[in-house]
T-cell receptor, first 117, second 111 residues
Framework: NAGVTQTPKFQVLKTGQSMTLQCAQDMNHEYMSWYRQDPGMGLRLIHY???????DQGEVPNGYNVSRSTTEDFPLRLLSAAPSQTSVYFCASSSSSSYYDKTYGYTFGSGTRLTVV | GNSVTQMEGPVTLSEEAFLTINCTYTATGYPSLFWYVQYPGEGLQLLLKATKADDKGSNKGFEATYRKETTSFHLEKGSVQVSDSAVYFC??????????FGAGTRLFVKA
């Protein structure tokens, strides 16, 4: 059971380039999300999805797009990379897609370390 | 809005020492409380959780008790090992798909 798989593990981009960070899970989880991790700031939510065809913004959505065409995949697109987007990106999923269910934790991928120069 | 405060690290301990990592939160409503651990080069893993007041979550020798009156969820372990060296995140969740993560506390355990 692979859990949550993120690719690539490392990426260097030039300012203005675009790219897609991939995330796939094989646990049939409805809820998926993207976080960025920056030193001293914990994790901040970028976008999330509660099922195929349903996405919503998190705390820091600017400069990022997402789509959810299947239950398994939740790619994150950087439209025009900026140095401020240098970060470690984590994809997370949960077995609960209920707005009010607070009891389920997340399964995380191993992360993508992105550097924008 | 909701927020969480963790003690600043790094915390450096010798093997077999007692560990406490403090976590306090502010939240509207009645959150569930989680601790996650991040080992070097890896993603976060769920360590333990508690979903109602006075509940104690436990896993791998770690424990934390949901203290509603002090809005705290301190992580403890009686005897740390070198393999416990990691970053620990406190994460209250009130629903609505938006978990809040603390800044993380880095733990170093020396042999």
């Amino acid at each position: 059971n692979a859990g949550v798989t993120q690719t690539p593990k490392f990426q260097v981009l030039k300012t203005g380039q675009s790219m897609t960070l991939q995330c796939a899970q094989d646990m049939n989880h409805e809820y998926m999300s993207w976080y960025r991790q920056d030193p001293g700031m914990g994790l901040r939510l970028i976008h999330y999805s509660v099922g195929a065809g349903i996405t919503d913004q998190g705390e820091v959505p600017n400069g990022y797009n997402v789509s959810r065409s299947t239950t398994e995949d939740f790619p994150l697109r950087l439209l025009s990379a900026a140095p401020s987007q240098t970060s470690v990106y984590f994809c997370a999923s949960s077995s609960s897609s209920s707005y009010y269910d607070k009891t389920y934790g997340y399964t995380f991928g191993s992360g993508t370390r992105l550097t924008v120069v | 809005g909701n927020s969480v405060t963790q003690m600043e690290g790094p915390v450096t301990l010798s093997e077999e020492a007692f560990l406490t990592i403090n976590c306090t939160y502010t939240a509207t409503g009645y959150p569930s409380l989680f601790w996650y651990v991040q080992y070097p080069g890896e993603g976060l893993q769920l360590l333990l959780k508690a979903t109602k007041a006075d509940d104690k979550g436990s896993n791998k020798g770690f424990e934390a008790t949901y203290r509603k009156e002090t809005t705290s969820f301190h992580l403890e372990k009686g005897s740390v090992q070198v393999s416990d060296s990691a970053v620990y995140f406190c994460a209250p969740y009130t629903g609505g798909f938006k978990t809040i993560f603390g800044a993380g506390t880095r733990l170093f355990v020396k042999a």
